[in-house]
């Protein structure tokens, strides 16, 4: 592949804590050379579909900007 995109993060209902509250996403994008690109979403409890959707948003935008 030439590009990768990874996530991890905390969707809800629960599994949040104090330290990784829900909401809490990381998205991070790559290509085979160059830095490697990371996003922090605090979105809060906004509900599990929502977190899921904001961070595939966000992902694809992320991939956008390096096929640009």
């Known amino acids: 592949a030439d590009i990768a995109v990874a996530v991890t993060g905390v969707a809800g209902p629960g599994g949040g804590t104090a330290a990784k509250p829900v909401g809490l996403v990381y998205v991070c994008t790559a290509q085979r050379e160059g830095t490697p690109a990371i996003a922090e979403l605090r979105l809060g409890d ?23």
């Open 46 to 68: 906004i509900g599990r579909a929502s977190v899921r959707r904001a961070t595939i948003l966000k992902a694809l935008e992320m991939v956008a900007e390096l096929v640009a």
